[in-house]
């Protein structure tokens, strides 16, 4: 009687970066044979990826790892907190290993001290494309590891490291695959996606037999040529991201259903210049405005994202109202907003004049009061027109009427935007449609089939 297949259970925690993480010791395990076990009775051992960006993902992290000690016993720890591993052991005693974040050989060594590899050699157990954690029609692809930016509220280089951007003939490999797989959108992610290459000096390599530099510009070109959406996040503003702004108009002016989406990324954090400054981000807010124009000149369709932080110490109502008259001259499309956390090692935590906790909610409320008004207005302009959704899931009505498919547009990353609700309809997911818009609220958008 031949041995039963070791089932290995997988909890991923985290960000899109730390998800990539995940779907590539995954790809590994399949690889070498393992199961992926639904649930904790039925795993051999656990896998937890864990998240320590700020302290609620700290909590987050350290609870699931308490749970599957308790439900399973067996437990292997990794990811982002995995870098500061005694906070997981002074916590956890009992787990079998702790490794760091993208640590894939350690992570397999660690299950292979637990459970001898079953693979078959003879056997193709695993697709080109991996094994992936996000429904069929779109896939995060990360173009590198690390990050080279020290700024005083993030602790991401002491966990993660410098930037090391991977080879762009490897990059285009995976994009190809995925798409090949039946991906219709894939996630550009990273730390730093626009220092892409910046570690190795730009270096050439080599994809389809074609010299390429390893340049974000010149990979968004290539990506370009696939048969996909290509959506680019976590674009650190520099002034060769200027040159990106082109390739999206050009792509979409070709066509709908592929190419580099006019949708960039952008996390600004603040407005004032001080406030930057202790934030140790580009500090110039006239400037930024100034590109913007730029780039909604160069490119009228351009969906513009970013994120910001309120009640970073020593913020006053004077830099609050920084922060919101930037807000509203920027007009930016989509924002999300935070208040500041301190996350322990972080240099921000040791600036003076910290701001009570009630008093950053009441300005992230009045912030988000101000992004709200905006983004009603901006969803509101679409009424009437008709755009092209890709297709996320269905949800069916008691009558044919109140079918719905709920879509994206190409304004709205998964998970962290708005959506495009078709009216009653049901359409497979992972598809192109047409669809005229018919309302909006501050957040989404409804329409019909074309």
């Known amino acids: 009687m031949s041995e039963k297949t070791p089932k290995v259970g997988f909890v991923s925690l985290g960000c899109p970066k730390a998800l990539v993480d995940s779907e590539r010791i995954l790809t590994q395990l399949k690889t070498e044979g393992y199961e992926i076990a639904p649930d904790y009775d039925g795993a051999d051992v656990v896998v937890i990826n864990t998240c320590g960006f700020i302290d609620s993902a700290v909590e987050e992290s350290l609870d699931a790892i308490g749970e599957a000690l308790e439900e399973n016993g067996k437990v292997i720890v990794t990811g982002c907190l995995g870098a500061e591993s005694d906070k997981v052991l002074n916590a956890h005693p009992d787990v079998l290993a702790v490794t760091g974040p993208h640590a894939y050989e350690e992570v397999m060594g660690a299950v292979h001290d637990q459970l001898k590899p079953p693979h078959d050699p003879y056997l193709d157990l695993v697709p080109p494309q991996g094994v992936k954690l996000t429904p069929r029609h779109y896939a995060y692809l990360k173009i590198s590891e690390g990050c080279n930016h020290r700024c005083s509220f993030c602790i991401i280089p002491s966990l993660r490291g410098d ?6 003939g490897d990059v285009l490999q995976e994009a190809e695959n995925l798409v090949n797989s039946g991906v219709k959108e894939l996630l550009v992610v990273s730390q730093d996606t626009s220092a892409y290459g910046i570690d190795t ?39 060769h991201v200027d040159k990106l702004i082109p390739v999206m108009a050009e792509s979409m002016a070709k066509h709908s259903d592929r190419g580099i989406l006019p ?8 407005a004032s210049h001080r406030i930057l400054k202790d934030m140790r981000r580009p500090a110039h807010a006239e400037k930024v405005l100034n590109r913007i124009k730029n780039w909604r000149e160069a490119c009228p369709d351009i969906t513009l994202r970013s994120t910001f932080i309120t009640g970073f110490p020593g913020e006053t109502e ?12 920027a007009q930016l499309n989509r924002v999300g907003c935070f208040t500041y956390s301190e996350v322990e090692g972080a240099k921000a935590n040791d600036l003076p004049n910290p701001v009570p906790e009630d008093e ?9 009061e101000v992004q709200a008004e905006i983004s009603a207005n901006k969803l509101a302009e679409k009424i009437g027109q008709t755009m092209t959704v890709l297709t996320d899931e269905t949800t069916q009505g008691e009558t044919e009427k109140e079918d719905i498919t709920i879509a994206r547009s190409s304004s709205d ?12 309809e049901l359409l497979e997911s ?13 957040h989404d958008l409804w329409g019909k089939l074309v």
Not at 221 to 230: I, K, T
Not at 360 to 368: G, P, V
Not at 430 to 442: C, K, L, M, P, R
Request: negative net charge; charged residues 25%.
């Open 163 to 168: 930037l090391v951007s991977r080879p762009i």
């Open 201 to 239: 000096k730009y270096r050439t390599g080599f994809w389809q037999g074609r010299p390429i530099k390893s340049h974000i510009q010149e990979l968004t070109e290539e990506l370009a040529q696939l048969d996909a959406w290509v959506r680019l996040h976590y674009v650190y503003p520099y002034p």
């Open 263 to 270: 949708y960039l990324d952008i996390p600004f954090q603040h």
């Open 318 to 329: 004077q830099d609050f109202e920084l922060l919101l008259d930037f807000l509203r001259e």
């Open 360 to 368: 950053k909610q009441y300005r992230l409320e009045r912030f988000m």
């Open 413 to 424: 990353a998964p998970e962290i935007d708005g959506l495009v609700y078709i009216q009653g």
């Open 430 to 442: 992972g598809q192109f449609a047409e669809v005229e818009i018919t309302h909006s609220d501050e």
